[in-house]
């Protein structure tokens, strides 16, 4: 059985399942397959990976910069952001409401020729990646992404498949997408919890 409650926009990154963004409300739908919160199996020792999907659907650039901003309330040091989506998708949107979440009120662009942009004033250092223009995965050495990575910051890197091997275990995959038969502006916002472990 589907169960369905809604949810003010402040917690709508702490809903389970998939969440639909419509008019400024948030509603939680939980997919009658989901297993979080149940308890394992008797006997059960070894680890096994989690994924916690979460969508929501953006109808303008605001509504986009808003998701960013409520994910921005969560993060802690060394949370990694894989971005996927499209020239023209939103990323630039969503990184801009990221952050300011985060406390940074500066301007925001797509760091495309330095390949990393360093935002150091907000509540956690800030590091955003453009690894479009990289000829291999070795470059990001040249720019010492593992104290990036594993450093005491946030990571979000655009064209993350391109660097698929080194990316942490642990991290959050965000995939926007256009669908120009809803309209121009609409984007369906995946963020996914990539490699995280329970008992």
């Not at 059960?44 to 659907?57: F, G, L, N, P, V």
């Not at 935002?119 to 470059?139: K, S």
Request: net charge negative; aromatic share 10%.
């Amino acid at each position: 059985m589907v169960s369905y409650s809604s949810r003010n926009f402040a917690l709508a990154l702490f809903c389970e399942g998939k969440v639909w963004y419509t008019k400024g409300s948030i509603s939680c739908l939980r997919h009658p397959n989901d297993q979080s919160g149940t308890r394992p199996e008797a006997g059960r020792t070894a680890e096994k990976e989690r994924s916690t999907m979460r969508e929501y659907i953006s109808h303008n650039e605001a509504e986009t910069e808003k998701i960013g901003g409520s994910l921005a309330a969560r993060l802690q040091a060394g949370a990694v952001l894989a971005y996927r989506g499209g020239l023209g998708a939103g990323k630039t949107a969503f990184t801009r409401g990221l952050a300011k979440g985060l406390g940074y009120e500066g301007r925001v662009t797509s760091p495309t020729f330095t390949i990393v942009q360093e935002y150091g004033e907000g509540r956690l250092p800030f590091y955003h990646f453009d690894v479009y223009r990289i000829g291999d995965v070795e470059e990001m050495e040249e720019v010492g992404y593992e104290d990036c990575f594993y450093g005491e910051g946030v990571c979000l890197i655009e064209w993350a498949d391109l660097i698929e091997e080194i990316l942490p275990r642990e991290h959050r995959r965000i995939i926007i997408e256009k669908d120009l038969s809803k309209g121009f502006d609409y984007r369906r916002i995946t963020i996914e919890d990539r490699g995280r472990t329970e008992d």
